[in-house]
């Protein structure tokens, strides 16, 4: 069985830097992406290193889309604001989402709960 590929969003702070840390540690799962946000001093830099660990070859991004083609998760360890905008890239790109984020409020987890409301869609009868 191929291993889960996983992106890591937060993953310049202290729980993704654990993340990166873990999956290179687990065996059956892939680090194919780490991400914090725009503007972010991490931008660029080796998450591996960040987590303390030989470089991984997987740089610091802001642009969470063109990973999620290449993955089957995202664990999510960012800020309420970007929790939201990462709920709707999940369901549209079928990524498992793993939510860790901390301080969100009601209104945040009613627009996370949002897109599990929404039937799947169905496929054309063929």
Do not use: C, W, Y
Request: aromatic share 0%.
């Amino acid at each position: 069985m191929p291993d889960m590929r996983l992106i890591v969003a937060g993953a310049g702070g202290r729980m993704g830097r654990t993340l990166v840390k873990a999956i290179s540690e687990t065996p059956g799962v892939t680090l194919v992406g780490a991400t914090e946000g725009e503007g972010s001093a991490l931008l660029g830099q080796d998450s591996g290193v960040l987590a303390g660990l030989p470089p991984n070859r997987v740089p610091i991004v802001s642009e969470v889309r063109p990973l999620a083609l290449a993955a089957d998760g995202i664990l999510d360890f960012t800020v309420p604001a970007a929790t939201v905008k990462l709920v709707a890239l999940a369901a549209e790109t079928k990524l498992a989402h793993i939510i860790g984020t901390t301080g969100m409020s009601a209104e945040d987890d009613a627009k996370v709960a949002e897109p599990r409301k929404k039937p799947p869609s169905s496929s054309p009868a063929i």
